[in-house]
């Protein structure tokens, strides 16, 4: 079903579980298949979460493929006799249930393969499929994937368990989903640091304003904005030349505040690369993140090319003695203050003979602040080749969402100093 003028597929969302509604697990899968869709050139109008009821489930299915063109259900294909997601699906497709010895073999493999030899009897009812529906191995649990398609319409199954649904979406959901749209999706991200959202919306308002094909849209992650850029075209290569003048033109208003133009990049991989490029030394020294700027930086692949140690200076005297932070510039300024985080960072660099240090001092709270130093109040120093950079930040939030910030700022402020010298 295409809407009149609209060759864009509508694809809804339903997640099964009573654990989902009781608040018992957080439902990852949303973000995950929301995102996949977009990508996709789905649009994707509905989500909807129900519980483990039969008739509550029927009633929800009935919906959702009276209005999309395709359904995709996550979770309720365990072997428990709550797991109902199949039975209730193959009802409202008007399918039979029977069994598949593929599917039956393949449950049988995976015991023989497991600490568990002997298959439950319950186990059994995960090879009863729809009739006539395709049947997607699954290979990290019991639970196939399943296409039941009926007059044009998909309902898509999938088992809940992030570890099963995620692979089987991308290995074998993505190409059906990829047959069935009459053009080829292709899409580009575009990542952005150091700069706020709305700052972001007010520079490229134009673009979105008069967006056609391609589309941009705008999405706010934590000390970053991610702009993704989506053509519709008749092959690959087709989209790609219509990306080309947007992701252009992004560059030359955005400028070093972008820092990938590739999906799977992150942050603190585009710093790795870049210190890994010039083969210099990083270290850090960390006061109120208390390592998370060296493990976000330890996530990146090639990480122990570039750093060998990191300080947690959390107290004064390991200030002093790990640092050689001045007693006297703790006593005047407090450790919170720019003239100790410039000596962090100078005296890191220094004490691991290291090209580059990125320090950071602040108070995270949520008690302790005063008027002149108030809770979120961050100083970070970036001391590269015996040249210091300190910023100030005000940040809001709780203690975690202020320490988050913290660190993708200095990872950003690190890319910067690394950029500046190397012009």
Known sequence: MYRKGDRTMIAELVFVGTEILLG??????????????AELGLSCYYQTVVGDNEE??????????????IVIVCGGLGPTPDDLTKEVAAQVMGMELQEDLHTKERIEEYFRNSQWKEIPDSNWKQALVPKGALVLDNSNGTAPGLVLEEKKKSM???PGPPNEMIPLFMEQVIPYLGKKQPEVIYSKMVKLAGIGESQVAERIQDL???????????????????????????NKKAAKKLLKPIVKELKARFGNAIYTTKENIT??????????????????????????????LINAAGASKVIQQGYITYSNKAKRN?????????????????????EMAEGGAKAANADVCIAITGLAGPDGGSEAIPVGTVYIGCCLHGAVKVE???FKGNRQKIRDYAVVRALNLLRLCILEESE
């Open 392 to 394: 100030q930040y005000q």
């Open 267 to 296: 942050l603190e991989d585009a710093v790795v690369k870049l210190l890994r490029k010039r083969k210099w030394k990083v270290t850090t020294a960390e006061s109120c993140t208390g390592g998370l700027l060296a493990g976000r």
């Open 208 to 234: 979105i304003e008069k967006q056609t094909n391609p589309t941009l849209a705008t999405y706010a992650k934590t000390g970053e904005v991610h702009l993704r850029i989506t053509a519709k075209a008749k």
């Open 24 to 37: 018992n697990i957080v439902n990852t899968n949303g973000a995950f298949l929301a995102e996949k869709c």
């Open 156 to 158: 898509i199954l999938l």
């Open 322 to 342: 790990l640092l050689g932070v001045e007693k006297i510039t703790l006593e005047q300024y407090t450790a919170v203050s720019d003239q100790v985080v410039y």
């Open 56 to 69: 509550r489930m029927k009633e929800t299915l009935k919906q959702a493929i009276s209005r999309s063109d």
